[in-house]
């Protein structure tokens, strides 16, 4: 997480939030999406997040972004 400034909240629900951020390597704006560990972990999501990931790793359009890397970061 350390590459990322994070920025403003672009959007949020009742899974995760969504963040305006900047790759400080490349200084590429992207999206970070930050899942939240206690829905995860009571198991309403394992199912579809796996299913996104992939959705998006298959997807290639300008209007849907990119799907970089998966963090499991033990604070968020």
């Given amino acids: 997480m350390n590459q990322y400034k994070v920025g403003k909240v672009a959007g949020s629900?009742?899974?995760s939030t969504v963040y305006q951020a900047k790759d400080e390597h490349d200084d590429e704006v992207l999206a970070l999406k930050v899942v939240k560990k206690g829905i995860v972990?009571?198991?309403?999501?394992?199912?579809?997040?796996?299913?996104e990931m992939q959705a998006l790793q298959?997807?290639?359009?300008?209007?849907?972004v990119e799907l970089r890397e998966v963090i499991d970061d033990e604070k968020s």
């Fill in 58 to 64: 298959r997807i290639t359009h300008p209007n849907i």
């Fill in 41 to 51: 972990s009571k198991g309403l999501e394992k199912g579809a997040l796996p299913r």
């Fill in 13 to 15: 629900g009742s899974t």
